[in-house]
């Protein structure tokens, strides 16, 4: 029964939507992009119009210590870029690429440039609606803000206040923790041996220690760990491109056209359909970016301001920071190196979570259920018609196979043993002739996620040694820990909005907790369970921000009539004056 009931929700979520075509579009895809496309209109091309001024407030130098707020803008901004900016700028443009060709890039970037005007909205309303207490406990924190509290004291809507809230607490343990603590001891693991409970105990204690110093001990961890992480990740990207210059132009002439006239993605879903190619990389993009989910909003309202426009236009730096740069490079970087549609030596597991069944002619993956009952192999060749069912890793189909690949099968040269025999794929093995069961075969076959780019980095920082994956390593480790780090913020702002005070404590216990589980947890559940939350908590946010525009407006307005940051940059600069003097004089 629970099964059944996660299953319909993962449908209503994110299978249910607009029929287009042959597919059809997500509901909550077309509420994201609708409401971009609104808030952007509205608000007079906001993203466009004062980009320039979000990078100058964020800078610090219109900064005044003494307005009401836990951190500065770029605290802020880190802390919320620590959320933003991780495993979907590495996977997920990977992935994007993959199934919907070069040309998901485009429709990332269309998604960017809509999600600034969100962002900005959903983060100025934030600062307007939050609430500001005296100081006390740092661990407990001055200011609460978010979604919850602008549809609560903006809308009156108190229940729908209370289900954002709900909602992004469950998704704060699962998706923005357990799953990251996941992916951190599963490459430790694969990579180096090292035991989930180890690293389990090892990054929960790390996280333990900053997140139970509340908000101002994870903005200075954040400020400094999003800054050095990312500039790691791009100069091992922007190297990648100086390598492969000359392919850069025509790399971004395959992302324009792809997008528009698209050939298909690897994995052959939705060949030649523009639709599929768009909803890759509109949903790759707005869920990299966190655009309209209520989440960074909670992040911003800690921001020393008594001006809610000043940390919406430091918000805009968010989706360009995220995907426009970001996500650009990565993508790029798997273009110019080829790896994208190439085929590397692979270890099949028969029965792994990579495989699927699929009829390549039509695009169609099988369900477990409708696949054959075997497929016959000669000679290391699947015996089946051009439309007939075959056997795919990463949903891409593989036309050879072997028994055996010495040497960690890094080469293609090292495949041996043309395998003979017949694949039972409902029993996850296959039988050779001489009568073996092997659960393990070997052959040509392609990269997805973070293993996709991991290889583009190897490949494309070959010059300089076989060190370029160690890069996307370091990354994954780093992404992966911080974004649990900003989570555990949203969460505790949560439970204080739905408890009060006494809860932020537990909260916070709870949240190492999990994060432990989920080191040493397999997480399919729990990956389902999170990305339900996260499509759900979506809809209260968004109908917010559409009801609450015109206020948005309106704030925007006064506020570039009035020029607040020219007194704010004279009380800035007398503030360092006076601190260059004690420094000075001690």
């Known amino acids: 029964m629970f099964k059944e009931i996660v299953d319909w929700l993962v449908w209503f979520v994110w299978d249910l939507g607009i029929p287009v075509g042959d597919g059809s579009i997500p509901w909550v895809v077309v509420l994201l992009l609708g409401t971009g496309v609104f808030l952007t209109i509205r608000l ?12 100058a407030v964020t800078s610090g130098k219109y900064d005044d210590p003494d307005e009401p707020g836990d951190v500065p803008h770029f605290q802020a901004l880190t802390t919320a870029l620590s959320a933003t900016v991780g495993i979907g700028n590495i996977a997920g443009v990977a992935l994007a690429i993959h199934f919907g060709g070069p040309g998901a890039l485009f429709w990332m970037w269309v998604t960017a440039l809509l999600g600034m005007a969100t962002k900005y909205t959903e983060v100025t309303l934030a600062q307007r609606y939050r609430q500001t207490e005296a100081p006390g406990n740092a661990l407990l924190g001055t200011v609460s803000g978010g979604p919850m509290y602008y549809i609560d004291k903006g809308l009156g809507w108190k229940p729908m206040a209370g289900f954002f809230a709900i909602m992004l607490m469950m998704t704060s343990f699962l998706t923005g923790n357990a799953v990251q603590a996941n992916t951190v001891s599963d490459v430790l693991l694969g990579d180096f041996g090292i035991p989930v409970w180890t690293t389990g105990l090892v990054v929960a204690s790390i996280i333990g220690l900053v997140v139970i110093g509340g908000i101002r001990r994870i903005g200075k961890v954040t400020g400094i760990v999003a800054p050095v992480m990312a500039a790691i990740y791009v100069l091992g990207a922007l190297g990648i491109l100086a390598f492969n210059l000359p392919q850069v132009p025509a790399a971004f002439m395959t ?30 993009g707005l869920f990299s970016n966190e655009a309209g989910q209520g989440s960074a909003p909670i992040a911003h309202s800690a921001a020393k301001t ?44 028969l029965d792994g979570n990579a495989v699927s069944y699929r009829v390549e002619e039509s695009g169609q993956i099988l369900s477990s259920n409708t696949v054959p009952a075997q497929i016959t192999i000669e000679n290391g060749v699947p015996q089946v018609e051009a439309d007939a069912v075959q056997f795919a890793w990463n ?29 039972y794929p409902d029993r996850g093995v296959a039988v050779a002739a001489d009568g073996t069961t092997l659960e393990t075969l070997y052959g040509p076959a392609v990269e997805t996620g973070a293993p996709l780019t991991q290889l583009a980095f190897e490949r494309g920082l070959a010059p300089l040694g076989d060190w370029g994956d ?114 000075k004089e001690a």
């Open 470 to 583: 160690m890069i996307v390593l370091l990354s994954v480790l780093l992404f992966a820990i911080s974004t649990a780090i900003s989570w555990s913020y949203y969460g505790d702002r949560c439970a204080n909005y739905l408890f009060g005070k006494q809860a932020i404590v537990p909260y916070k216990i709870v949240f190492v907790i999990m994060n432990f589980v989920g080191a040493v947890t397999a997480l399919t559940t729990i990956w389902t369970l999170g990305d339900i939350a996260l499509g759900l908590v979506v809809l209260p946010n968004l109908i917010a921000l559409v009801a609450l525009s015109g206020e948005v407006r309106e704030m925007t307005t006064s506020y570039f009539k009035r020029m607040p940051w020219i007194e704010n940059e004279k009380v800035a600069d007398r503030v360092r004056e006076e601190k260059r003097q004690k420094d």
């Open 255 to 284: 992302v324009l056209t792809e997008a528009f006239n698209p050939t298909s993605g690897v994995a052959g879903t939705g060949a030649g359909v523009f639709l599929l190619t768009m909803i890759y990389g509109v949903q790759r």
């Open 44 to 55: 007079g091309f906001i993203q466009f119009r004062r980009l320039a001024h979000g990078f």
């Open 395 to 423: 949903e891409a189909v593989v036309d050879t196979f072997y028994t055996a690949c010495p040497g960690g099968c890094t080469s293609k040269a090292n495949f041996q043993n043309l395998f003979t025999g017949t694949l």
């Open 306 to 349: 008594d001006e809610p426009v000043s940390e919406g236009v430091v918000a805009l730096l968010e989706p360009f920071i995220d995907t426009i740069v970001i996500c650009t490079l990565t993508g790029l970087a798997i273009i110019v190196t080829g790896v994208w549609d190439d085929t590397v030596p692979t270890q099949l597991d």
